[in-house]
């Protein structure tokens, strides 16, 4: 419901149909601007400092299983600009996988898309594919996880791990 729209580039990123998802805020010049409509905490008490701290202390929040203090400080990582490409795209990686385990399918989708767009050769691009797939299973969207899924060899034919979780969720979805 609402504003929603179908994303213009990810067909051309995954031969795929576009996922519906929220609709796109300008990008930010210096660096990835999220598309999931939060908004940035500055300052947040939770969260001292910018950058690769913000990053530190959300990747412990995320691993302790803590997703809503997880998506302050990831969105304030995120947001600062402080981080290079590779935390960048761990943390986006991390957002969105922290909005699908908390049921947040939409905003999972929308943020692990937009990281795959902007981070597709990155270490996490694989498993960003995979978390993507299960966002839009959850999501109701079966048949567009399915396709992800079956890109994870070609596109990352070098990833075992993740060309066998790829493989093992096609099965358990009957793909």
Do not use: K, W
């Not at 067909?11 to 929220?22: D, E, R």
């Not at 957002?95 to 990155?122: H, N």
């Not at 694989?126 to 959850?138: E, F, Q, V």
């Amino acid at each position: 419901g609402g504003d929603e729209r179908a994303t213009s580039d990810f067909s051309a990123t995954f031969g795929a149909a576009p996922p519906v998802v929220p609709a796109n805020r300008p990008d930010a010049p210096d660096h990835l601007a999220l598309d999931d409509g939060a908004e940035t905490a500055p300052g947040s008490v939770l969260v001292e400092g910018e950058g690769r701290e913000a990053f530190e202390t959300a990747s412990r929040l995320f691993e302790a299983g803590d997703f809503s203090s997880a998506f302050t400080a990831l969105r304030q990582a995120i947001d600062s600009g402080m981080l290079d490409d590779d935390d960048e795209a761990e943390a986006v990686y991390m957002l969105g996988t922290a909005y699908l385990r908390a049921g947040e399918y939409p905003l999972a989708i929308q943020v692990l898309a937009q990281g795959l767009r902007s981070f597709p050769t990155s270490d996490f691009a694989a498993r960003s594919i995979l978390s993507l797939a299960d966002a839009l299973t959850a999501n109701g969207q079966r048949a567009e996880g399915c396709r992800l899924l079956s890109f994870v060899p070609i596109e990352y034919p070098l990833d075992s791990e993740a060309i066998s979780d790829a493989s093992s969720r096609s099965e358990q979805l009957d793909c």
